[in-house]
DNA sequence: CTGAAAGCGCTTACAG
DNA sequence: CTGAAAGCGCTTACAG
């Protein structure tokens, strides 16, 4: 059975094809009992727009691409749903492409899906600005968590939600911590570590930096042993996958959170899900991928778009893997320490 | 700066507009001095074949499209980026269409992408039948988990895992045991639902069903207390996000996983990663959709495909969720019981 | 308000 | 082995 085309409709509803174009793309330019009767047997025949032949026909394609490092991470799945529903919402539809972490992937995704979108949304991209500003070029791009000049962009703001989780664990009494970040390419992780460290020096905390590599559970737990090493009470994540394999690290070594030690995490969509929970820094994932795609569309829409940078605050939200420091075991001090000696020891 | 096209090259290399497009889809029809002509100066034109335009030309789109309930959960990120990956390997881009878990939006991202795709891969749908036998009479369809003879499948048999966890479950002493299930709409949770009934039967077990809506952390800590009520001592969920729900649902009123109460769940995606580690029924997700993408796309190469199904079995993987039957506290029994009173009353 | 016709950039029988 | 030409299914000035 042959998909109905729109000389079938044509034909049906007695009009001409431009008629029935016009009853789907401007129908205010038609009487509505036109527009009615074409609509109505386009609806009886089954018919639908052909996008393609409609994009080669007017160079607009009605989708967009999304390229992400890793669609199985909790941030990029949640971003990704909240861009593909808002693109949804405008009557685009939404390519993936997932680059493994790989900014060559990045770019053969980039130039393969040109001719089929008209615009990217590029998230956390791993390529290298000239390459980023080369696709930007040819096609609007608008980043994520990427700070470019002249490039539409939306970043995540998780600097304020560090600060103050370093502030948290101060007050706790903490006087060493770690930020357990992903290598240098992150312009998020680095923008937390600059956090980290400046809150960290305004507190006198000592602050070490430990860099976990590609973000993963996994990446988290073989991280412990250094975190236990350079002998701080605290870490502070990239991301909660991190955050969660460091809690299971700890866990593994029979310490307990946030008894023995405490954790903070960043993004907050598996934090509350963990145990003990992830006091984490909200990255509102699902809102910045519909925030890109909405500054992509109104910029196609536009003649000239102004080039926006739209900012989205994270906020640290508290839960219980925060905790007061522990005593310090191997130097005790206080008076009370030599009058009660260890429990466990007396038997 | 306008993108060259086939026109502009075949002029540049004094060939016809067939050669240049030889050039690209058959060279061996060429001679190879022309082949090289040609490539030559559509390298140098920076030229590439426009994919809209050649898709309008020959009905092949060069892309499918995966429609899933909802991409935010793991196993269905874990699957998309199967699909992807393989896709993006045999040269297809693929589109994402997140239904929401609604039936309606389902039917029209399948309408609307129609003409873009050269087939679907519908994972877990909840569509009712004759809606998606509707949409596979127009274009090619794979489905995963949902048994519809005459069309396209991959089927993730996760009866004999479940059937395993039951069997451990009852050599560890369990007697009472729950099935927390999805919506009925969903294949893999009857199929879950009956291994469980079949093992618990056969093994002496009672088993209580629980419709825990739809799947998500919420919904697994919000059945805790019906499963408490009905005096089960061990619950098996449709994944492991419920599971990893049920586990906190467990954790807020006091009780110890495995020491209370075993949990165990399904995928194993996020099942090493959570606290205790969960004992699950692997799901090769990814397995699962890059199979879906190699059937579709098989199928599309073959004028008449034979329909498969393609069967992915799931094992159970012991983890830490699952331990002994606790000793049931209202009516102890054994000698030693009164002989020895609760440690923690002495003082 | 509606229609006839050209054109979007390719591919592919059909000739030669 | 290569070219001229029709056609894929739309949209959109241009007329009327």
Redesign the interface.
């Known amino acids: 059975?042959p998909?109905p085309t729109i000389r079938l409709v044509a034909r049906e509803a007695g009009v001409s094809q431009a008629t029935v174009s016009r009853a789907f793309s401007q129908p205010e330019l038609l009487t509505p009992a036109t527009v009615e009767k074409v609509l109505g047997t386009a609806q009886r025949l089954g018919y639908?727009p052909?996008?393609?032949?409609r994009?080669?026909s007017t160079g607009r394609?009605g989708?967009i691409a999304l390229i992400l490092p890793?669609?199985?991470n909790?941030f990029f799945?949640?971003l990704?749903?909240g861009a593909?529903?808002q693109a949804?919402k405008r009557g685009y539809?939404?390519?993936?492409?997932?680059s493994?972490e790989t900014a060559h992937l990045e770019d053969v995704?980039l130039?393969?899906?040109?001719?089929?979108v008209d615009g990217f949304v590029l998230a956390s991209p791993r390529l290298d600005e000239p390459l980023i500003r080369k696709h930007a070029a040819r096609k609007p791009v608008v980043v994520i968590n990427r700070d470019l000049e002249g490039i539409g962009r939306v970043l995540v703001d998780t600097g304020p939600g560090f600060t103050a989780a370093v502030v948290l664990l101060a007050g706790l009494g903490h006087r060493a911590i770690a930020y357990v970040g992903a290598p240098r390419t992150s312009w998020s992780s680095q923008q937390r570590a600059r956090a980290v460290t400046a809150a960290g020096a305004a507190h006198g905390l000592s602050v070490v930096q430990i860099d976990a590599g590609r973000p993963s559970?996994e990446a988290g737990r073989d991280c412990v042993a250094g975190l236990l090493e350079a002998g701080v009470t605290a870490a502070l994540a990239v991301d909660d996958?991190v955050a969660?394999?460091i809690?299971?690290g700890l866990?593994e070594r029979g310490l307990s959170v946030p008894g023995d030690f405490s954790v903070v995490g960043c993004d907050d969509?598996?934090a509350?899900?963990?145990?003990p929970?992830l006091t984490s820094v909200n990255a509102h994932c699902a809102l910045a991928g519909a925030n890109a795609v909405d500054l992509l569309l109104n910029g196609l829409a536009n003649p000239t778009p102004p080039v926006e940078g739209h900012v989205i605050k994270g906020e640290l939200v508290i839960r219980g893997s925060t905790g007061p420091a522990p005593a310090p075991a191997p130097a005790p001090r206080g008076r009370k320490a030599p009058a009660e000696p260890d429990p466990s020891s007396r038997k």
């Open positions: 059975m998909v639908v052909n996008q393609v032949a994009a080669l394609a989708n890793d669609v199985a909790p799945s949640a990704m749903r593909q529903a949804y539809a939404t390519f993936l492409g997932d493994d995704l130039a393969k899906l040109a001719a089929q559970h996958v969660q394999g809690m299971a866990a969509i598996i509350a899900t963990t145990y929970p």
